[in-house]
């Protein structure tokens, strides 16, 4: 299958959030021309986004994607009210909020199998909101997994900048961590890199690999399960490199373009690093599905919504890397 133009499902994100006025912002410009969209959500949340950006898009609305016939101009909204009437409160974690974010992704999804759509960005959901709604997994990448069949690893991907990093364990408590770092568990983050930034383009990726422990000393992680599985890597082909102590890792590896990317042993090794060297453009990127899905890599910030300050540059960010990756996997093309 090759694509002329990428067909993306674009969601509204959680209504009691910036979401919905990100998305009309994106929406309104030129970026938006780059692909064809049909957006999935309830009319009233668009309308709530539009009325908070000052801003009223052109959109043909629809009851079915049956009904979408893409030409290369039109914006698409397939409507999912179904004449519900749900009252949205915001700024706070919403049990309505969340069974709406859930019903239109569980569409998105829907249509990506069947190939009608080729990527979904949507905007920042609440993962509490989306628990109280009737989510059974514990965020939505588990969603993801499951809902499009993927059995082998998959992971959250950050970028910034075309800079990776993934994580081999995430939204767990720290006293958690360290017994879960294994051999294995590092080998399936760095392999999962390695595949996927060579179909973004870039030919031998330079993989960086974090330590656990401060200095990469105070410790035996390193020695008993983070050194093995990069010698492991290395003898894959895999470019792997490390352990760098988590302090100077972003240091290293992304100010001074020395790799490519960094696989970390916990979310806050991780992000603390990504967000202060690029919060204002961080993508979050759904890896090892058979489909691109992006986000931007901020959360639904409750305390600016309504006030039309919300950064949309990372929002455009996540957008471009899903038509990016859509096209690198039909056509097979390197970026």
Known sequence: ?????????????????????LTVKLLDSDVSKKA???VIGEK????????????????????????????????????ISKGTNRSYVKKQVCAESGKSVLEATEIALSLAKKNKIHAINFAPMNKASLIKGGCEFNDEHELFQNRLNVKDFCCEFNVVDNFWTARVTSHIPIKEVAQNITK?????PIKLLNKTLKMSGIVNPRIAVQALNPHAEFGTEEKDEIIPAIEEAKKMGIKADGPLPCDTS???AFKNKNHDCIVGMYHDALQCGLKA???????????????????PAHGTAFDITGKNIANLEPTI??????????????????N
């Open 1 to 21: 299958m090759s694509l002329n133009r990428t067909n993306i499902g674009l969601l509204l994100g959680d209504p009691s959030g910036i979401g919905p006025e």
């Open 36 to 38: 064809n969209i049909v």
């Open 44 to 79: 009233k949340v668009l309308e709530d986004g539009q009325e908070i950006a000052g801003k009223k898009i052109d959109l043909k609305f629809v009851d079915k994607f049956d009904d979408v016939n893409f030409d290369g101009k039109t914006k698409f909204f397939l409507d």
């Open 184 to 188: 294995e568990n590092i080998l399936k």
């Open 250 to 252: 972003f240091i290293t």
């Open 277 to 295: 060297f690029g919060f204002d453009r961080g993508v979050t990127v759904s890896g090892g599905l058979d489909i691109p899905i992006t986000t």
């Open 317 to 334: 960010q996540s957008f471009k890397l899903a038509i990016k990756m859509a096209e690198s996997k039909f056509n097979g093309k390197s």
